[in-house]
C-alpha cells in the first residue's frame, strides 16, 4: 500500500518514486533544445524561444524570468553574459514554458483516442538487499488510458496531484499495486 514505505532503501533497495520515472520519460518526449545553455547557441535558442512574441514574454515573466526586456537583448546581441543566477532562471522557465506548451498535444498523443499508451514498469532494483528481506516485485505492463491529470501535474510541477495520479493508474496491477510506488524506472513512447 502507497505511503508504507516511509523508510524505502532501508534495507539497500534502490528506486524513485513512480511519477517521478514518469516525469523523467515525459521529459525525453518533450524534445527540449539539445544545445547546453551554457553554450552560445544554446542560450540564444532559449531566450528566442522566451521572447519571441507577446505571449511567450508574458509566459516567460509568469515562470519566473524577472530581468528586463533591456537586458535580454544585450544577452541576444553577445553585450552582456548572464550570470550563473540568471542562466538558472533562464532554463527553469524555458522548461517550464515548454512543458505548458506542449501539454495538450501530448496528452493527445498519449491518450491516442481514448486506446492509451502502454507503459513498461521495471521494479526497484534489490540488488543491495540482503537474501531474506528481498522481495518477489517483477517487470510490469500497464495501458493507461486517461493522461491528462497527469500530464497537467508535471507541466505544474505538482508532486502532490502527480503521485496522486500514479497511484490510481498503479491500482490497475491488481493487489500488489502497492509494490509500485517506487521503481526503478518506466518506459513508454508517443
Known amino acids: 500500500m502507497p505511503g508504507k514505505h516511509i523508510h524505502f532503501g532501508k534495507y539497500g ?49 509568469e515562470a519566473g524570468l524577472t530581468v528586463t526586456d533591456r537586458t535580454i537583448k544585450a544577452w541576444q546581441r553577445g553585450q552582456r553574459k548572464p550570470s550563473p543566477a ?13 512543458r505548458h506548451n506542449v501539454t495538450r498535444d501530448l496528452i493527445r498523443r498519449l ?12 521494479p526497484i532494483n534489490q540488488s543491495g538487499v540482503d537474501r531474506p528481506r528481498v522481495r518477489v516485485v517483477g517487470f510490469r505492463n500497464l495501458n493507461i488510458r486517461r493522461w491528462d491529470r497527469m500530464v497537467e501535474a508535471w507541466a505544474d510541477a505538482n508532486e502532490t496531484e502527480a503521485e496522486s495520479e500514479w497511484d490510481d493508474a498503479a491500482q490497475d496491477l491488481g493487489s500488489e499495486w502497492g509494490e509500485y510506488e517506487y521503481v526503478s524506472n518506466i518506459g513508454f513512447s508517443a
Open 111 to 122: 491518450e491516442r483516442g481514448g486506446r492509451g499508451t502502454r507503459i513498461e514498469i521495471h
Open 13 to 61: 533497495a534502490k528506486g524513485i518514486k513512480g511519477h517521478e520515472a514518469i516525469w523523467r520519460q515525459l521529459d525525453r518526449l518533450v524534445d527540449y533544445i539539445k544545445s547546453p545553455i551554457t553554450s552560445p547557441r544554446g542560450l540564444t535558442a532559449r531566450l528566442r524561444y522566451l521572447t519571441g512574441t507577446k505571449a511567450a514574454r508574458e509566459a516567460a515573466r
Open 86 to 98: 540568471s542562466i538558472a532562471q533562464i532554463e527553469k522557465a524555458y522548461r517550464k514554458v515548454r
